[in-house]
């Protein structure tokens, strides 16, 4: 079956340059989630969008945008990076309706390094 | 307060034995719940939801909801080492949004 694809698997950046992490969401899962987890940490909660729309935004800094596209994928924009940033930013998807479909399918994840 | 809280652990157990994770929220208004099982590099993969008070069980692994005490609990029977992972317990938040509210992990530790 097919998974939550993320890419890239590994970024390297240097401090104040951007980057772009894409999500493709398991087909027909209408809500899409981002969460950044550092080292020892649980997800923190950044963003989510349903049927193409924002619908949550959580603590995610002013420097990163994000948006999902028609074909439902989804693009995280990060820019003027910071040593802080570098953390593994997961992208899940699921069902918006409640119960079990709310349960999430994540991806791989994207590890970025800022250096 | 944090809205979902679990003791980080780590939490040891000799293989074969019971591991029991605990979890406690601070919303009443949660209806449910979820666990993840996170192996260290890799993304959280989801093992048990469970909405109604009372046991729910799926092979070795037992969710236990308590909703007067706003409890959940995650037992794993037989544990092996291969169950030696982060078990992550988390709730979509009860205001209606669409996200999910993570507790910090429970480290588990599954000993040969």
């Known amino acids: 079956a097919a998974g939550v694809i993320q890419s890239p698997r590994h970024l390297i950046k240097e401090k104040r340059e951007t980057a772009t992490l894409k999500c493709y969401p398991i087909p027909r899962h209408d809500t899409v989630y981002w969460y950044q987890q550092g080292p020892g940490q649980d997800p923190q909660f950044l963003i989510s969008?349903?049927?193409?729309?924002?619908?949550d935004k959580g603590s995610i800094p002013d420097r990163f945008s994000a948006q999902q596209f028609s074909d439902y994928h989804s693009e995280l924009n990060m820019s003027s990076l910071e040593l802080g940033d570098s953390a593994l930013y997961f992208c899940?998807?699921?069902?918006?309706?409640?119960?079990?479909?709310?349960?999430?399918?994540f991806g791989s994840g994207t590890r970025l390094t800022v250096v | 307060q944090k809205e979902v809280e679990q003791n980080s652990g780590p939490l040891s157990v000799p293989e074969g034995a019971i591991a029991s994770l605990n979890c406690t929220y601070s919303?009443?208004?949660?209806?449910?719940f979820f666990w993840y099982r996170q192996y260290s590099g890799k993304s959280p993969e989801l093992i048990m939801f469970i909405y109604s008070n009372g046991d729910k069980e799926d092979g070795r692994f037992t969710a236990q909801l308590n909703k007067a005490s706003q409890y959940v609990s995650l037992l794993i029977r037989d544990s092996q080492p291969s169950d030696s992972a982060t078990y992550l317990c988390a709730a979509p938040t009860p205001t209606g949004g669409f996200k999910t509210i993570f507790g910090a992990g429970t480290r588990l530790f599954v000993k040969a």
């Open positions: 969008f349903y049927e193409k729309m924002q619908s």
């Open positions: 899940a998807s699921s069902l918006a309706a409640g119960g079990e479909g709310n349960g999430y399918t």
């Open positions: 919303d009443r208004g949660s209806q449910s």
